[in-house]
């Protein structure tokens, strides 16, 4: 057995997990139902009263006309780039070097759409204004991440979404809001959902990651953009028979998580503090601007396998069962707080990072 599966095992037999929603089983789905009457029509075809509620009451909340519920992300935000281009005569989109759509989509945008990227800032760096209007390329629609997930989670100051939002809209630029943590981000900028997005578009939301349902996303825009949205969600295969499974748990878990987005916020902040208290241990951003950021180890992949696995058997806590070497020398996981750091005991997290700090302190030349 290699390291890294060492680590996924001495991950699983912890008691406590201090990331995530909690474990992905059908207990998500089966409390869901608990309280559901067996007889209530399912929704066809993206019709019926299940989805059409559910669609409205987002709509309500994002500030936008109207929503509609897709099975993934993926094939919403494709969409709506493909409609903006249309719209604009123009298959040219920009967004971030590490966009999901450029990262972990098989280049779903340019072979289903052939819809040409141009990537806007360095991989390191948020998309800023200068970046905006220095752009060279004309084109169709500006894609913007929030929070910027492969960079840690990083923010751009609300000034700036602002004056990006005026620059486009001046120039004709359509915005689009990549809002899959969109909740996520309300405790910082200190807004509504509906005020952040009225600076975009379109957005799309996912319900999966903070809110912790089963699978879906929502669309949002006006009228005939998200009519638009359906004819292509039916070409995309989208319209399965029944999605309310989906909408459901979607519906059931926003209702419960939306309103707890601060005190995971402030979670995330405490827990950070208590990385970077750690010999050879920084997040990424110092201080998190949501619920999620990186933590960056000043030492090899291999090493720190080992020492998360012994502290995990240590102490029944886990940290995280997956981590990703980025030199020789360093390594990094992402860490999101959602329901289960609540329920860690919070001295015997305090011993965690003791442990940590004592175990990385004995590694050489660190």
């Known amino acids: 057995m290699n390291d890294n599966n060492s680590l996924v095992e001495a991950f699983k037999k912890t008691k406590y997990k201090v990331a995530g929603p909690g474990t992905r089983d059908i207990q998500i789905l089966k409390e869901v139902l608990k309280d559901v009457d067996g007889q209530q029509e399912s929704d066809v075809y993206g019709r019926g009263k299940i989805i059409e509620d559910f669609q409205e009451k987002m709509a309500k909340y994002l500030g936008k006309e109207a929503a509609v519920f897709f099975p993934s992300g993926t094939m919403a935000q494709q969409i709506a780039l493909r409609i903006w281009c249309d719209k604009k005569g123009l298959k040219k989109v920009a967004y971030h070097p590490l966009c999901h759509l450029e990262i972990h989509e098989e280049d779903g ?23 905006v209007v220095g752009m060279e390329e004309n084109i169709a629609c500006l894609l913007l991440e929030l929070p910027q997930r492969e960079i840690g989670g990083q923010l751009p100051d609300y000034k700036t979404l602002e004056d ?52 879906g996303a929502i669309l949002a825009g006006n ?19 029944s999605l309310y499974p989906y909408i459901l748990s979607a519906d059931y878990y926003f209702d419960q998580r939306v309103g707890k987005m601060k005190k995971y916020y402030e979670e995330a902040k405490e827990l950070a503090g208590l990385f970077n208290q750690c010999h050879g241990v920084s997040t990424q951003p110092s201080e998190p601007v949501s619920n999620m950021f990186h933590v960056h180890f000043s030492a090899p992949k291999e090493e720190m396998e080992v020492i998360l696995s012994e502290i995990y058997q240590e102490t029944g806590i886990g ?48």
């Open 109 to 131: 945008l340019k072979e289903l759409h052939q819809i040409e990227p141009i990537l806007l800032a360095d991989k390191n760096s948020l998309i800023q204004l200068e970046d």
């Open 164 to 215: 990006i939002s005026t620059y486009c809209h001046e120039k004709g630029i359509i915005l689009h809001l990549d809002g899959a943590r969109l909740f996520e981000i309300l405790p910082y900028y200190e807004k509504s959902a509906a005020e952040i997005c009225d600076l975009f578009d379109s957005v799309y939301v996912s319900f999966y990651k903070g809110i912790g349902g089963i699978a």
């Open 319 to 366: 940290l995280t069962s997956n981590i990703k070497g980025l030199s020789k020398t360093t390594c990094y996981f992402e860490l999101s707080i959602e329901e289960m750091y609540a329920q860690t005991p919070k001295e015997e997290v305090k011993n965690v990072f003791h442990l940590l700090d004592e175990k990385i302190r004995g590694i050489s030349n660190i």
């Open 223 to 241: 009228q005939s953009f998200t009519e638009e949205s359906k004819v292509w969600k039916r070409r995309h295969g989208g319209d399965l028979i």
